[in-house]
């Protein structure tokens, strides 16, 4: 599935919802069955402070593929994690860096990754790319 | 003063934000502490200014100029009634409680020497805490920290332990924003002056739920916020005890605050615009004068015992959940419900809250050590004003079991 097809697949999924309490009943359950980071893994190289929630970030690449994993002391802020890490992980660096995250607006969460936010998740996706783009440089 | 009864309702058509509905619920707003809503009266006011009021003030020939600099100077001596201070000059328009603050850090700290003690208190908000440290670290003064009970009452014991001819200042916060805690500054005021300490008390808290008479507190200094008591953004207050005011150098230099310039030196104006360098927030103190006037119309005894039965009766409900923690449970205390809730993050029960058009405010209220010291990494805060009502808070507690409900499951 192509990164296009996998945000398609989350819009259609949100699109049944069109109460927001059950859209964000979704998204704390999807928060819920994200798994959680090793404590030995959230470390302070790895911590993305925001004003609202913090968020821990790992990188892998396997294969030439980017293998994101991350956490967060919040359950909504994680669950929007579990759907960026779906959409991200088994992509190539090229694409992480080039990618348009489009669904995130289309399900009505683009007040999350909001400058002014402050939960971390801006600064998450901006780290994502970054670290696709030193391994492209390496 | 003339008041009509105290009735909510009434006071709600005021309100024109409190008629909205987000998300398709009616906006419940319960983050006053954060800033308050603006009555129409303040609207009108702001309009009509720029509308056909707009000059720059002082020193206009000009009727509109003349006109402006009349509604502002009117303006000063409202809010100078207001809170009781003994003439105009005592009254100095500032950016807010911050800029105040900041004032009196830069201005009276100039004279502080190397040893001499600031006293705040462990509940301070960053604005009481930061401008001391920079005053500090550049007069090598010593900042002293009054504990609290977790409670979030303050130790008047340690406070008189620590009061001594080095303490030059007392800054201290009214009214709690992130516990609501109502600090006894009388008593404080009249130990620290006893020293010969000054006391400056950050009422950004307290001059929207109190009646505040500076003259009776006898506080050297008062700071607060225009948004915060139903006026404009980027207008505050500074008021300070007029002898005081006349000792300390000004703070900026610019325009307005000087009495002659040449190059060799430059005099400086009167109070209160030796402190106003610069065109001032004209609108903004003119629309400050119209809230308080708005409030003068009010039965503000009435509005206060409104607002202290509305957080009992919010904190009455809220303390029978199982697993939530009252941050903030002094005998004195008013207008702020500040908890916890174990395993749930605050960030979580706002944004779930804020789906059901209930509006609080979670974090750490810009009260980070006051956060260490109960060691959270912040709350979620619903604070009232006049015009919220019990049926809302109903509303804001079946929200809050809901959202509770959805995150434990």
């Given amino acids: 599935m192509s990164i296009q097809e996998k945000q398609q697949e989350i819009i259609d999924e949100f699109a049944i919802y069109d109460d927001w309490m059950d859209k964000y009943e979704y998204i704390i359950e999807l928060g819920k069955s994200v798994p959680t980071l090793a404590p030995e893994l959230k470390t302070k190289e790895r911590l993305i402070e925001g004003c609202q929630s913090n968020v821990w970030l790992a990188t892998e690449i396997k294969d030439g593929k980017m293998h994101f994993s991350a956490d967060s002391d919040a359950i909504i802020t994680k669950g929007i994690i579990g759907l960026l890490i779906h959409v991200y992980n088994n992509e190539s660096p090229e694409t992480v860096v080039q990618s348009d995250l489009f669904f995130i607006s289309q399900i009505g969460l683009a007040e999350h990754l909001s400058p002014t936010r402050a939960n971390g998740l801006l600064s998450m996706v901006k780290r994502m790319k970054t670290e696709a783009l030193h391994s492209l440089s390496k | ?409």
């Fill in chain 2, 1 to 409: 003063m003339e008041h009509t009864p105290f009735s909510v309702s009434a006071i709600r058509e005021h309100f024109p934000a409190l008629q909205q509905k987000v998300y398709g619920k009616p906006l419940i707003y319960f983050d006053n502490g954060a800033t308050s809503q603006k009555p129409q009266v303040v609207l009108d006011t702001l309009a009509k200014y720029y509308a056909i009021e707009n000059a720059n003030i002082h020193r206009g020939v000009h009727y509109l100029s003349q006109q402006a600099t009349s509604a502002y100077e009117a303006a000063r001596r409202t809010i100078q009634q207001y809170i009781g201070a003994k003439g105009p000059e005592e009254i100095i328009f500032t950016k807010g409680a911050t800029d105040s603050i900041n004032l009196v850090a830069f201005s009276f700290g100039e004279r502080l020497k190397p040893g001499d003690e600031i006293l705040i208190s462990a509940m301070e908000h960053h604005s009481n805490i930061v401008p001391w440290q920079l005053l500090c670290e550049r007069k090598g003064c010593v900042l002293r920290v009054i504990p609290i009970s977790k409670k979030g009452e303050l130790d008047l014991e340690a406070f008189e332990q620590m009061l001594s001819e080095r303490t030059k200042l007392l800054s201290i916060i009214h009214i709690s924003n992130t516990l609501g805690t109502i600090n006894p500054v009388k008593e404080l005021i009249a130990k620290a002056h006893k020293v010969g300490a000054k006391v400056l008390l950050d009422g950004a808290q307290s001059i929207q739920h109190l009646a505040i008479d500076v003259k009776d507190l006898n506080c050297d200094f008062y700071t607060f916020s225009g948004h915060k008591v139903y006026g404009p953004t980027g207008i505050g207050v500074l008021y300070g005890k007029e002898e005081l005011l006349e000792t300390m150098p000004p703070y900026q230099g610019g325009g307005d605050m000087i009495a002659k310039v040449t190059f060799e030196r430059s005099t400086y104006n009167s109070l209160p615009l030796k402190f106003e360098a610069g065109t001032p927030h004209i609108a903004g103190a003119i629309g400050l004068g119209s809230a308080i006037s708005f409030l003068q119309s009010i039965d503000m005894q009435a509005a206060a015992a409104h607002e202290l039965e509305l957080t009992k009766y919010a904190q009455g409900i809220l303390d029978t959940f199982e697993g939530l923690h009252i941050i903030g449970e002094a005998k004195n205390k008013t207008s702020v419900v500040s908890f916890t809730i174990d395993q749930m993050h605050p960030f979580d029960i706002g944004t779930l809250l804020d789906k059901q058009g209930i509006a609080v405010r979670t974090g750490h209220h810009c009260t980070q050590p006051l956060m260490d010291f109960y060691q959270i990494p912040g709350t979620v805060r619903a604070s009232f004003a006049f015009y919220n009502t019990k049926e809302e808070i109903d509303t804001f507690v079946a929200a809050l079991e809901r959202s509770m409900q959805i995150l434990g499951s």
